[in-house]
């Protein structure tokens, strides 16, 4: 009998081993710092072709790993309070997902860390523009190697004195450009070595300023004062010459305005013909009861849309409308709908019931439900032209273009011009809250 309990014990231990492998990888040893998870060169493979092809939005649910944990080595990882601060991953430690390579530059992922060492000089760059916002990153640099972090820049600029702003990384340049440096533009009063250690820049993007840190100490100070300063632009990992690394690449947009005051619905109004009730309280806008919208007075068309929300039961049906044409009661919301759906099938969170939270409805689905119901999360939507980017609790879920035909209608083309905001009531089991509800606009 005691060996037959031996025998069932190790067949049970076998079952559940197996059932967190993944196919073709090997799992990475278990760490303080966070569970273990699929070894993350294997789990790259895939993604790192749809990066290159553009078409993140489509790899396959079961190329995603387990997003909401921490690199084994505990990196690329934001806290709480940095959430609710604003702040996003745009490397989620793990895939290049929501990155596009202006060549084909190898770049990769290992252990939490993106980089490139060989190749002709490209840049790895997101496929989301920005406007004003603060930018953290780690890198690494081979000693005796070139790179940089481009600002403001399109996927294949030509001239850094120009088109956008090359935060230098080297120490050796023949026009003196070394770390801290924006080529062609400024330098550091004091020059700064980089090669061969790990190093963070810290920097800060808004207006015509661009204001630089780098392990804590001022470095630069610069305001373009030309009669053409840049305005938006994509965020690029550049590999010039040497190996280089990047970790811990975080942003968060500057500028952003309450859309809710936190007292009153003034600036919303309710669409007619509705069943939904919308309170105040306790700072937060409280939704019950059966469909309805609550919409903005304010229209917008290109923005960076800031929230949190909490939905009070299980698997309950939400939404944000978008670029929304104004509703009445006979059309009462026709816009781009962000999801809010927190369930998902066979406890696999690559498998969202209804799109998932952070997808845009109908149009594309959430890479991972990230979200959990009963818990407040942070959101995060980058509206620019036909692309949309949204980020749920700092990771990013999906990135997708709208390259159906014109429509005034978005559920039925595609919505360039500006258009309201509208909270929906789904249902009569609707229970959600919203509160923090931000928005800056941006440059076209």
């Known amino acids: 009998m005691p060996r037959l309990t031996r025998s069932v ?5 076998m079952l559940l081993g197996c059932g967190s492998e993944v196919p073709g990888t090997n799992p990475v040893k278990p760490h303080t710092a966070a569970p273990a998870v699929a070894s993350p060169a294997a789990e790259m493979q895939k993604p790192v072709e749809v990066a290159k092809a553009d078409k993140a939005e ?9 997003l909401e944990e921490p690199t084994a080595d505990g990196h690329n990882w934001l806290k ?8 996003v991953r745009l490397f989620d430690g793990r895939t290049l997902f929501g990155w596009k390579a202006n060549n084909d530059v190898a770049w990769s992922v290992t252990d ?8 002709e000089s490209g840049l790895l760059c997101t496929t989301s523009r920005f406007a004003d916002y603060e930018l953290r990153c780690d890198f690494k640099l081979a000693t005796g190697g070139n ?3 481009f600002l403001r820049t399109p996927m294949k600029p030509t001239d850094p004195g120009v088109d956008c702003y090359e935060l230098n990384m080297c120490d050796e340049h023949p026009s003196g450009f070394l ?5 062609k533009r400024a330098k550091p009063e004091t020059p700064v070595v980089s090669g061969g250690e790990w190093h963070s820049y810290h920097v800060r993007v808004e207006g015509p300023k661009v204001v630089v840190q780098m392990d804590g100490k001022p470095v630069l100070d610069f305001t373009d004062a030309t009669d053409k300063p840049l305005k938006t632009g994509h965020i690029g990992l550049q590999f010039r010459e040497g190996k280089i690394e990047f970790r811990n690449v975080y942003l968060k947009p500057l500028g952003t305005q309450p859309l809710f005051d936190g007292e009153s619905l003034k600036g919303w109004r309710e669409v007619p013909g509705g069943q939904s009730k919308f309170v105040v309280k306790d700072a937060t806008i409280h939704v019950t009861g059966g469909r309805g919208f609550l919409e903005t007075e304010r229209t917008a068309g290109n ?12 698997k309950l049906n939400s939404g944000v409308f978008f670029r929304a044409m104004e509703g009445t009661e006979k059309a009462p919301s026709h816009g781009y709908e962000f999801q809010i759906q927190s ?15 952070g997808a845009i409805f109908k149009r594309v689905s959430a890479r991972r439900v990230i979200s959990n119901d009963r818990a407040w999360f942070t959101a995060m939507l980058v509206s620019d032209g036909p692309h949309f980017t949204s980020w749920i609790d700092g990771v990013q879920v999906i990135d997708w273009t709208d390259d159906r035909k014109p429509n005034d209608n978005p559920r039925e083309g595609q919505r360039l011009k500006p258009g309201h905001f509208s909270l929906q009531g789904h249902d009569p089991t609707t229970d959600l809250a919203f509160r923090n509800i931000k928005l800056v606009e941006t440059p076209e």
């Open 147 to 149: 790179s940089g972090v």
């Open 303 to 314: 923005f960076v849309f800031q929230f949190e929300a909490i939905t009070n039961g299980d």
């Open 179 to 183: 770390t801290g440096s924006l080529v």
């Open 112 to 119: 939490g860390v993106v980089s490139a060492e060989a190749g």
């Open 343 to 357: 369930g998902f099938k066979n406890g696999d969170r690559t498998q969202p019931d209804d799109h998932g939270t």
């Open 58 to 66: 489509t790899a396959p649910a079961t190329s995603v790993p387990a």
């Open 9 to 13: 014990s190790l067949i049970i231990a």
């Open 80 to 87: 709480r309070e940095e959430l609710e601060a604003g702040w």
